[in-house]
């Protein structure tokens, strides 16, 4: 089913993350205010020898400012870290050579006309993804230290032309990346 918030919001919280029981094994794309603060004191603590885990061959860099954007308007490639809070769209972009939680690798459009359900959206969603995952890393999903999480439009959006789904790579294991994955295998 998907999030719903109460009241009006402004357009890009119309859309939903897929939930967790829709996409096994793939993280939804939404954090909590204690996991960021566990993942800044991490970062902070971290270096060689920390404890926290970073998949990538570059080092982190120890002054990054993070842009904060819209989910919406993310690209591929660009890395970024889970939103501050649960239902916020608002994401820190970071450059990929220090370590972030995401990093975006598909945008793809619906092609059905009238709002099919919300499990057929995250079925029709969860193929495009899966599909994409192996062009952008190279990889199969299934053999892959990597996952995704995705976007998908909400009914609500959807009635108004929205039928762009997106596509986040992140850790299985909850790590942080060091990197782009692209074509990481």
């Known amino acids: 089913m998907p999030?719903?918030?109460?009241?009006?919001?402004?357009?890009?919280s119309r859309r939903?993350?897929?939930p967790a029981a829709v996409v096994p094994l793939r993280?939804?794309?939404q954090g909590?205010?204690?996991?960021?603060?566990?993942a800044l004191a991490l970062a902070g603590c971290g270096g060689p020898g920390g404890n926290e885990e970073l998949v990538g061959t570059s080092t982190p860099?120890?002054?990054?400012?993070?842009?904060?954007?819209?989910?919406?308007?993310?690209?591929?490639?660009?890395?970024?870290?889970?939103p501050a809070e649960d239902g916020l769209y608002e994401?820190?972009?970071?450059?990929?050579e220090v370590a972030h939680d995401?990093?975006?690798?598909?945008?793809?459009q619906l092609d059905e006309p009238t709002w099919p359900g919300a499990e057929a959206v995250h079925a029709l969603a969860d193929a495009g993804c899966r599909e994409q995952f192996a062009a952008f890393t190279g990889a199969d999903p299934a053999e892959s230290d990597l996952g995704?999480?995705?976007?998908?439009?909400?009914?609500?959006?959807?009635?108004?032309?929205?039928?762009q789904v997106q596509c986040a790579l992140q850790l299985n294991s909850g790590g942080r990346m060091i990197g782009s994955q692209t074509a990481s295998g």
């Open 148 to 163: 995704y999480t995705m976007y998908t439009p909400s009914e609500g959006s959807w009635s108004e032309g929205d039928r």
């Open 102 to 108: 995401l990093q975006m690798y598909a945008l793809f």
């Open 32 to 38: 909590t205010t204690a996991a960021l603060g566990l």
């Open 61 to 82: 860099s120890a002054a990054v400012t993070a842009e904060a954007t819209s989910i919406f308007q993310l690209a591929p490639g660009q890395c970024f870290d889970r």
């Open 3 to 12: 999030v719903t918030h109460p009241g009006p919001a402004p357009q890009p």
């Open 27 to 29: 993280r939804v794309l």
């Open 91 to 96: 994401v820190a972009v970071v450059p990929c």
């Open 16 to 18: 939903t993350p897929a």
